[in-house]
């Protein structure tokens, strides 16, 4: 696969890869492949409902927020993306009506900041972009706009899901968003890397979430030790959340 995508990338260029990976993706999960390599994915069509309010942080390609957008079709989905070139496939593949594109990073502040995407075994590794601490390996870099969430998104009137992916970043995006998320208490589904997940449980379970694994298409809740060593997505949530 590897070599595959090597060959795409060097005759299409990033923005006609982009696209067509993204394309392709989508539509072999519209076609129930991949059940084993991406159950988070597959699991949104048994959970999210037509009337929900949904933010993809980290929404890169599209391919949450595509799906967000076809089962809540008469709520809103929120796809934050700030890097240009994939914001631009992100808005080609979510084009729905209810779909909004958020062009920031989320953290802190409101400041300029660089993101950088890797190359690995020359593969253009779309999906590993991150705020830059180290260039090495990143052959692209951009300059984008950061703002706290809880700013943006203080006006929301309700908000049902929230997905976030900000490869290491999520704790400070999370420690940001409190004000939003105190008040609207959604479903968090997150990639947590393992040297932040006793600060992500602290953080969180202040407003009384607890972490929950998906197995079969159920979420159950994770003992605390449990959860700090399985290797996957994290789902949180609240006792009062009977959605």
């Known amino acids: 696969m590897s070599i595959t995508r090597r ?55 599209g391919y949450y927020s595509y799906f967000l957008c076809k089962y809540a079709d008469k709520g809103k989905v929120w796809g934050v993306e700030p890097v240009p070139v994939f914001a631009e496939v992100l808005k080609k593949n979510c084009n729905f009506a209810h779909f909004t ?42 300059q984008v706009e950061m703002k ?46 393992p040297h932040l997940r006793e600060k992500m449980y602290t953080l969180l379970n202040s407003l009384g979430y607890l972490p929950h694994k998906l197995e079969n298409h159920t979420l159950t809740m994770l003992s605390y030790e449990n959860y700090l060593s399985l290797p996957q997505d994290i789902y949180f949530l609240t006792p009062t959340i009977t959605r």
């Open 7 to 61: 060959i795409l990338f060097k005759v299409l260029g990033v923005k006609k890869y982009l696209t067509f990976i993204s394309k392709t993706y989508i539509k072999r999960i519209e076609q129930g492949k991949y059940q084993e390599k991406y159950p988070e994915l597959h699991f949104l069509k048994h959970f999210i409902k037509p009337h929900f309010y949904c933010i993809d942080i980290g929404a890169n390609l």
């Open 101 to 142: 594109h958020i062009p920031y990073a989320l953290g802190a502040e409101n400041t300029a900041i660089t993101m950088t995407t890797p190359v690995v075994n020359g593969v253009f590794r779309h999906g590993l972009t991150k705020i830059n601490t180290d260039s090495e390996n990143s052959s692209h870099t951009y």
């Open 148 to 193: 706290i969430p809880d700013e943006i998104f203080q006006n929301i009137p309700r908000l049902d899901f929230i997905k976030c992916d900000v490869e290491g970043y999520e704790y400070i995006v999370f420690q940001n968003f409190m004000k939003v998320i105190e008040k609207h208490l959604p479903v968090l589904q997150i990639e947590i890397q």
